[in-house]
């Protein structure tokens, strides 16, 4: 059993539970005024271990567990023994990383909240892409597009959504589990960053 399903299975139980029960999804859901007004920090990570609805869980964990082997494997591949404690590291330090931020912005909002496990799973795509940037992400189960080049297009979406806030997603978060997985994935193998641009280079679209 990999850590990546270890991963899911946990976020699968605690967010069904919370789901259930009105009292612990309000405690453990990210909001930045109890954050940082009344020290309440195990909010930085529990956030991200429950959902707002079984899509919101299903699709996270769906897309986590695709990306997040790839990731694991690549840490096997360089750590060794040691890299499901990095993998593990690098998942958690997602979660606060992506919303950290945001939180920071938003401290004195009493009445704002966030979940989901969405910016660590970004980081993890971005992990991905990064190591392996042409291979082929089926937008929508169908339609086949080189990882970096949809990874361009989230960015910029994630961006300017982050600006527009017309929906209720926290995409900043988005956009920092991104920008975070990239410098994670650099900093476990430096040559990476060479190899991204030289695989990226060679790409044709005929």
Known sequence: MTVTIIIIAITVLISIRALSNPVMLQKWMMNPYMVFHRQQYWRLISSGFIHGSFIHLGFNMFTFYFFGRAVENVFGELL?????????????????????????????????????ASGAVSAMVFASILYFPLRNIYLFAAIPIPGFILGIVYVLYSYFQGKNMSDNINHEAHLYGAVY??????????????????????????
């Open 80 to 116: 060794g023994p040691s890299s499901t404690v990095v993998y593990v590291l690098f998942y958690l330090s997602a979660i606060i990383v992506s919303d950290l931020p945001g939180a920071w912005k938003k401290k004195d909002q009493v009445n704002y909240n966030s979940l989901g």
């Open 181 to 206: 997985g990239v410098v994670f994935a650099i900093i476990m193998y430096p040559p990476s960053a060479v190899e991204f641009v030289r695989q990226i280079s060679t790409f044709s679209f005929f």
